[in-house]
Structure formats: structure tokens, C-alpha cells
């Protein structure tokens, strides 16, 4: 009898491994893990860039897996073993990025400052990585194996088969590569040459409150069509709530008023569209997302306790002898180094909270075992629901959020209840949460990949180590990407508001008696939460007694608004201050509810109703043009969708659009250091005159650049 050809999508009856458990093929080569590491950190500083920009990330996976096949094959023969090592390794740097710009960025906002906490950060992302890691070790015959056919792991999945057909030859490279080269010398021009704006706007005078912008970046536009028209519209549909109807009822219903609203400090009538949506929309927004992350939380409680079960079962099996692993494919790492390894992260978390302890947060060394042991509960609770989750609906709909806000619930009531209310422990609240978060979302991404090696014919305990390697490669390029974007963004703003240095109002604080700018000595004073200053970093002049600079710091400003995080440090600043903006933020919980009610996922809605419309809007573009590359075309199946042309291209515009923006950064960095000649590539006034400034040049590059997607995507893989 014919055996039937290879698929990943068979029935658990005919499937197969493409790679036979008796092969003897190269796979844990010193080549395969070295590329794989520095394919983490490569991709751990994108998905940091992109994510802090854009809200979310993407699966590195496949462009991962395309670029190794190129390489590998120049350097010689490669096997579809090695290539999988490769992308299991590298693309844990993505996993531990989207755990870490979630959270870790919001100590900015919380009042400290990142720059000086590189090696908390490092270790942080490590432990987190690491814990998401060996807690998916023992899930992973549950999960992968037994629910083979019912758990789909559409990112996993998609990777096999970008891997065998890679094996097999084609032009998946060339599809990257091209994204890659267009989408770099579009955001060189844009960022660094200064040839057109980053963001057309338009604030139309007889709608007023209201604008309407885009932030025209190749990564935007990438990231549109890969999670498609659906996602992107919905995300988009909760920007136009918030800009085109929110902000103009509350300018339109607040046009007469001549004292500040609360949270505002400004009457509303003198309010910018930025202003509006800072002090009015975003608690809004921030009560929707926490409660659609808790929905779609509560919604896979079922999952949880099957999963658990299952698990435990395994193990006992594994225990008592009952469970034979005799196949090279069946071999996962030994339970006894999964449980030293929890005991090993547990004494790192306790060793990181009582040797590098949070500035004012004055724990005994019993607490700090209490949080080392809470993080390892909260871990392995939320690593199976991520993990079940991603194999059900994939990476990318994976609820990290709310699991984090959940978790950050939980400890800011403990903090609550031992009286611990100060600022000091809201960041040592977000630190608890960080890991937890990390480790959720390196287990959503640790299952894909196991789902790879699953279908592809790898034996787990090689990818294990990979991925353990991977996650200690890209922790060092995450904490040094956040840092960078945190100094190279920054910019100081002139404002003028009295205070009186010795009788702050509440929510503001003196940060630092010392602070040197511009050859000038400046008191730094934090506002968060006060109802008379805006929430931020000032510069206070003490001979003038009255502030006279804003310093924006990078992460949080205008081009890396790292909303996630923004909402964690909002949620954690009301809880433990009790000054959180309730009935805006019940006016976001109760849209979700409606919206539920209507019978539509919350989640997407609630996010883009979070966000700005700029980032909503230029996704929206790239899902609308994956509708029209798709129109007419045959339905495809999660996987054969993630594989398109037009995936594949738009994974190279991404990875352009965070290399080329990282690069325009260090600039700028090296230019204020004066290691370089202030605007040194900046020519696009010299050489196009007004051109460079006027928003429709911008726009016309920006639809040229979709044009260039538009023919990739339609032209068939070979």
C-alpha cells in the first residue's frame, strides 16, 4: 500500500513526524544554536522596538526559520533538524520581549527610572524565560502529543511547514529578503534622512476634539496584514470609538466650561486631542482592557483545571515507572531537572528581592520568600493557560494581559492589607507581575515551537535546551534595547507651572535634589495621580520656585507609548493609592460589557479603544489589504494563511522597520553624546524643501510602500 505524503494538519490515526524517530539527521549542532542565539537577541530588540510602539508583537518563528534555511545552506548542507533548532532558539527572544514590554516598562511611569536597571531587568526577563520554559516541560505530552487534532497551534504549525518546504526548496527566503531591503530603505528615508513625516494628521476644525492620524511605519503595515482584517478592524473599530466619537462628545459637552474636570487639569475647551485622550480616555480604556483580559481570563478556567490534571497525571505516571520514554521523539528533559530548576529560580527571585531590593520597599527576608513562592504559583497557573490558549487560538490572541493584571490584582490586595501603599511597592508589585508575565508569554511561545519540533520530527530535550539557551541570549539584548529606546527618545519640553517645593500637592514627590540639565542644577519632581499636575517627570527651578521643564522619557512619550504597560502602572497606582479615576474607569468596564453582550470578543476592541488611533489605523491598512490580495481567492486553512507571500513579506517589513528604527535611534544617542554632527543624515528639507514636512508626501510613500506588499503578496511561492 502507497503511504499517503506528509501533512501537519493529518488526523492523530495517519499522522507521521516528516523526520522518522530511527534518523539519525544533525540536529543540536554548535552552528544551529550559535545562529539561534543571535537570532534571539536580534529579534529580542525588535520585538521590544515594535512592541513599545505598536502595543503587540508577532511570531518570529517563520521569518526565523527562512532566514536560517538561507544561511545554514550557504554555509553548506543543512538538515531540517538544525533549522528547527535554530528557530526554536532564536525565537524565544520574541516570547521573552512580549513578556517584558508589557510590564517592566510601567516602573517609568510607577516614578523610577530604567536607566540604571539593566542587570534588574536582565535578570527579571531571565527568570521569567526560564520559569515559562521548564514549567512547559511537563505539559507538553498533554498538550502537543494527546491533543494532536484538537489543539491546532496555527504559529507551530505554519513554521513545519515553512520548514519541510524549505527542505524541499522554494522562494520562502527571497519573499523575507525582499521585505526586508524595501521596507529598510523606506524607514532609513523616513527616520533617519527625514524625507517625509512619520504621521500625517488631520484635525478637522468642524469636528472638533477629534483627529485623525496614522503613524505610517513599514512595521505597522506588516503587522496589519499578518493578524488580518478581522483582528486589525476590530482594533481599528475601538480607535474610532475613542477619537471620533469619545473626544468630541467631551469636548462638544465640555465647550462652556471654565475650570479643570478631573483627572484634567486643563479646562476642557483648551484641551488638545492628545490632551483628551491622555486624561479622559485612556482610564476608559484601561478599565476595557482589564476587564476583557479578565473575561477572556475566567473563560479558560476549564482549560486550566483539565490541563493541571493531566499534567499531574503525566507526572505521577513519569514517578512511578509507568511511562517508558523509549523513542528519541518522546524524550523531554528529566522531571528531576525541572523541579531543581524551580528550586534554583525560586532562590534567584529571592536573592534578586533581598540583595537587589526595590529603593524604599523595606521587606523582611520571610516576605521575599512569599513572593518568590507566589511567582512560581502564579507562573505555572498562567503558563497552562497560555499554553492552552495559544494551541487553540494562537500566539497572538494570547491574553498575557489580563493574566498579569490578574496576578498584579492579587498582590496589590496582599500589599494592601500589610499596609504597604507607598510607590516604592508598586514597583516591587510590577516586578512580581514582570515574571509572571514573562513567563506566560515565553510558554505561549514555547508551545508553538514544540508544536514545530512535534511535526517536524524533533526530539523535545534538544529543543528544551535550545530554548533555555535562547531565552539567557536574548535577555541580554532586551534590558540594553529597553534602556536605549528609553535615553535615545527622550526629550525635554519647556512648561511653566508654580508649585511650592515645600508643600507638594498630593501625588507629587521629589525625586532627586540634584538633577543637571543644560548646565543648569534642577530639582526632579514625579507627578503621579495629583489633581493639580499633570502625571510625569518635571524639572523644578528652585530660584524661580516654579517648574519649568517636562522631561518625556522615551518609553511612555509619543513614539513608544508602551500602552500595556502604561495600563499595569495605572492599575497598580489606583489600587494601592485608592485615587484611581473609578468611574472612568467603570465607563471602560461597562462598554466591555456591553460589547460581550452583543456576543463579540472584547479583547481587540478594548485594546484599540486603548491605543492610539494613529497605531489602529495603519493596521487596519494592512489587514484591509490582506482582504483584497485574499478577495476571491479559495479559504485556506490557520496554518497554509500564516505561510502566504504576503505573511512572509510583511515579516520582513517588520523585522526593517525595528532594525533600521533601533539604528535611527543609536544615531540620535551618538549625535547627543557628540560622537557625531548633530543631523548628520537629516536632509530632507535641504534636499525636498516644505515636501519633507507636508503630510501628504507621507501618505503618498506610505501607499506606495502597501503597493509593493499588494504585488508580493499576490505573487504565488515557487
Known amino acids: 500500500m502507497t503511504e499517503k505524503p506528509w501533512s501537519s494538519t493529518a488526523p492523530p490515526a495517519d499522522f507521521r513526524p516528516y523526520v522518522e524517530a530511527s534518523s539519525t539527521l544533525t540536529e543540536f549542532s554548535l552552528r544551529a544554536v550559535i545562529l539561534g542565539a543571535i537570532f534571539g537577541v536580534l529579534f529580542g530588540a525588535v520585538s521590544v522596538y515594535v512592541g513599545l510602539r505598536a502595543g503587540l508583537t508577532v511570531s518570529a518563528s517563520i521569518p526565523i526559520s527562512v532566514l536560517s534555511i538561507s544561511i545554514l545552506r550557504a554555509f553548506g548542507r543543512s538538515t531540517i533538524l538544525e533549522n528547527n533548532i535554530v528557530q526554536t532558539t532564536g525565537s524565544a527572544g520574541e516570547s521573552v520581549a512580549a513578556g517584558v514590554i508589557f510590564t517592566l516598562p510601567a516602573l517609568i511611569f510607577l516614578g523610577f527610572s530604567l536607566n540604571t536597571e539593566y542587570w534588574r531587568v536582565f535578570f527579571l526577563a531571565l527568570i521569567g524565560g526560564w520559569l515559562g520554559v521548564l514549567f512547559m516541560i511537563p505539559l507538553r505530552r498533554q498538550l502537543i502529543v494527546k491533543e494532536h487534532g484538537n489543539l491546532l497551534f496555527p504559529e507551530g504549525t505554519a513554521c513545519a511547514d515553512v520548514l519541510v518546504a524549505g527542505d524541499r526548496g522554494g522562494s520562502f527566503a527571497g519573499r523575507v529578503f525582499w521585505g526586508l531591503g524595501i521596507g529598510g530603505v523606506y524607514t532609513w528615508l523616513m527616520t533617519a534622512m527625514k524625507m517625509w513625516t512619520d504621521q500625517p494628521e488631520y484635525q478637522p476644525s468642524w469636528f472638533p476634539g477629534s483627529s485623525i492620524r496614522t503613524a505610517i511605519t513599514s512595521e505597522y503595515l506588516g503587522v496589519g496584514f499578518i493578524i488580518g482584517p478581522r483582528i486589525s478592524g476590530t482594533l481599528f473599530a475601538g480607535g474610532v470609538f475613542s477619537w471620533l466619537v469619545l473626544m468630541p ?46 473575561i477572556t481570563l475566567i473563560r479558560t478556567i476549564p482549560t486550566i483545571v483539565a490541563a493541571l490534571a493531566s499534567g499531574l497525571k503525566d507526572v505521577r505516571a513519569q514517578r512511578d515507572g509507568a511511562a517508558p520514554q523509549t523513542s528519541r521523539l518522546d524524550r523531554d528533559i528529566p522531571m528531576k531537572f525541572v523541579l531543581i530548576g524551580s528550586v534554583v529560580i525560586l532562590a534567584m527571585m529571592w536573592a534578586l528581592l533581598t540583595f537587589k531590593p526595590i529603593p524604599g520597599a523595606t521587606t523582611g527576608l520571610f516576605a521575599n520568600l512569599v513572593a518568590a513562592l507566589f511567582v512560581l504559583v502564579f507562573g505555572f497557573l498562567f503558563v497552562t493557560v497560555s499554553c492552552r490558549i495559544c494551541g487553540l487560538i494562537g ?27 507607598g510607590g516604592a511597592y508598586a514597583a516591587l508589585a510590577i516586578t512580581i507581575g514582570g515574571v509572571v508575565a514573562i513567563a506566560a508569554a515565553n510558554a505561549g511561545g514555547t508551545s508553538q515551537d514544540l508544536k514545530t519540533g512535534y511535526l517536524v520530527g524533533a526530539t523535545p530535550v534538544r529543543q528544551q535546551i535550545g530554548l533555555i539557551v535562547g531565552v539567557l541570549a536574548a535577555s541580554f539584548a532586551i534590558g540594553g534595547t529597553l534602556l536605549l529606546m528609553n535615553k535615545g527618545l527622550e526629550r525635554y519640553t519647556p512648561v511653566v507651572i508654580p508649585i511650592q517645593i515645600a508643600q507638594l500637592p498630593e501625588g507629587v514627590r521629589v525625586e532627586a535634589q540634584t538633577y543637571m540639565h543644560s548646565g543648569k542644577n534642577y530639582v526632579l519632581v514625579n507627578s503621579l495621580g495629583s489633581s493639580e499636575v499633570p502625571d510625569g517627570k518635571y524639572l523644578y527651578d528652585p530660584g524661580t520656585q516654579r517648574i519649568e521643564i517636562q522631561w518625556i522619557q522615551g518609553i511612555g512619550g509619543e513614539r513608544a507609548p508602551a500602552p500595556q504597560a502604561r495600563l499595569m502602572a495605572t492599575v497598580i497606582n489606583g489600587i494601592l493609592t485608592q485615587r484611581l479615576p473609578w468611574r472612568l474607569v467603570l465607563l471602560g468596564v461597562f462598554l466591555v460589557i456591553g460589547i460581550e453582550c452583543l456576543g463579540v470578543r472584547s479583547l481587540s476592541f478594548a485594546v484599540g479603544s486603548y491605543i492610539s488611533i494613529a497605531t489602529t489605523m495603519a493596521m487596519f491598512a494592512g489587514g484591509l489589504l490582506r482582504w483584497l490580495v485574499e478577495r476571491g481567492a479559495a479559504k485556506k486553512s490557520d496554518a497554509e494563511s500564516e505561510v502566504s507571500p504576503g505573511s512572509l513579506y510583511s515579516s520582513g517589513l517588520i523585522a526593517a522597520g525595528g532594525v533600521i528604527g533601533l539604528l535611527s535611534i543609536v544615531i540620535k544617542v551618538l549625535e547627543d553624546a557628540g560622537w557625531m554632527k548633530p543631523d548628520t543624515f537629516n536632509v530632507g528639507s535641504q534636499w525636498i524643501g516644505s515636501l519633507a514636512t507636508n503630510g501628504w508626501m507621507g501618505v503618498v510613500m506610505f501607499l506606495l510602500l502597501a503597493s509593493t506588499l499588494f504585488v508580493f503578496a499576490r505573487k504565488k511561492l515557487e
Request: net charge positive; with cysteine; charged share 5%.
Open 395 to 421: 500566539t497572538s490572541s494570547n491574553p498575557v494581559s489580563g493574566m498579569t493584571i490578574a496576578t498584579l490584582m492579587a498582590t496589590c490586595a496582599m500589599f494592601l492589607v500589610a499596609g504597604w501603599t
Open 249 to 294: 462628545a467631551i469636548r462638544f459637552f465640555g465647550q462652556n466650561s471654565t475650570v479643570p474636570l478631573y483627572p484634567s487639569t486643563i479646562p476642557i475647551p483648551q484641551m488638545t486631542p492628545d490632551q483628551l485622550w491622555i486624561t479622559y480616555v485612556r482610564p476608559m480604556g484601561a478599565g476595557a482592557v482589564a476587564a476583557s483580559g479578565l
